[in-house]
């Protein structure tokens, strides 16, 4: 008697389980379906947003296709006859970079004539005159010949100063601002530098220190910093205080203060005299630039 009540006991136990479980099942499904339909929605509601945008751009291209036209064109090494790849195209505000085949194309010119420019680090820059037409593609070839090898390094330390005339110092009546640079020496490159494999000439590293602040006022991103990181060139360096710079083609520099920050930094382009002296201009980075003027820089 005992044993039949245990074994009725437990089969209604079994069955109590067995309801619960049921219950619980079907109220996670229904709690489910939910989520599950939201999601879907968010799905098919970014589908529509990218579709939505899709024909935005389609719209802007068609109507740009009406007022503008295209340019498209090839780099060609001249010493060899093969394309050129990475070759810099600027004409206006838009350019573009040559592919492995040496092709290029800009979207969107103006009619009218336009100066082309074509340049690669290590080759000698040139230019074109293009007739952009309404709707049409235009289409030019470059070739470009080997520019002469560098005539020295910038490794060791330089006296610099800037002089502004272009834009408004923060610091009323200010001229110019002077500082150190120092490039480290080729033998560190050689053992700590790492190489960049797209690079067509040997760039150097090292830092300045200038105090900018009367030009660009206490938020300009090279005054004061800590943002220590690796550095292209030698080992740990404060980003905002890093300096880049190389000369190609025979005596042309090429200079850049906080070289990893696109926006922010200088770009200081000049030449090396016979008297040992850089001579140039520098332009404050930005996406409308407002500051610039020239800079002179010797070594000590």
């Known amino acids: 008697m005992n ?3 245990f074994a009725i006991m437990s089969l209604i136990s079994l069955a ?3 309801v619960v479980v049921g219950t619980r099942f079907r109220a996670a499904k229904e709690a489910s379906a939910p989520a599950v339909f939201a999601a879907s929605d968010q799905v098919e509601r970014v589908k529509r947003e990218e579709e939505g945008i899709r024909a935005q751009m389609e719209n802007i291209a068609a109507k740009n296709a009406l007022t503008t036209g295209s340019l498209k064109g090839r780099i060609i090494d001249q010493a060899t006859g093969r394309p050129l790849y990475g070759a810099s195209v600027v004409t206006g505000y838009l350019g573009a970079s040559s592919d492995k085949d040496g092709m290029f194309s800009i979207d969107t010119l103006d009619p009218g004539i336009s100066t082309v420019a074509a340049s690669r680090a290590d080759m000698i820059s040139a230019t074109q005159s293009v007739e952009i037409m309404v709707g049409k593609t235009a289409n030019v070839t470059f070739t470009l010949g080997k520019a002469p090898p560098p005539c020295c390094r910038l490794e060791g ?3 610099i100063t800037l002089t502004i005339d272009r834009g408004t110092p923060t610091i ?17 490159a050689l053992f700590f530098g790492r190489k960049d494999p797209d690079a067509f000439v040997n760039e150097e590293f090292g830092d300045y220190d200038v105090d900018l602040r ?4 206490e938020a300009f991103a090279g005054s004061s910093s800590s943002s220590r ?10 980003m905002m205080t890093e300096a ?12 850049n203060f906080i070289p990893q920050l696109s926006h922010g930094g200088l770009a200081l382009d000049g030449k090396i005299g016979k008297d040992g002296v850089i001579r140039g201009r520098w332009l404050k980075l930005a996406f409308a630039p407002t500051h610039g003027g020239a800079f002179v820089m010797s070594k000590i």
Do not use: C, H, Y
């Not at 990181?229 to 404060?238: A, E, H, L």
């Not at 880049?244 to 200079?255: F, K, L």
């Open 229 to 238: 990181m690796p550095s292209r060139g030698w080992g740990w360096i404060d």
């Open 16 to 18: 109590l389980v067995a």
């Open 172 to 188: 009323a009546n200010t001229k110019n601002v002077s500082g150190t640079v120092r490039f480290r020496s080729a033998s560190w």
């Open 3 to 5: 044993r039949s009540r």
């Open 157 to 159: 330390k330089w006296r």
């Open 214 to 217: 009367p030009f660009f006022g």
């Open 244 to 255: 880049s710079g190389s000369v190609r083609s025979g005596d042309e520099v090429e200079i």
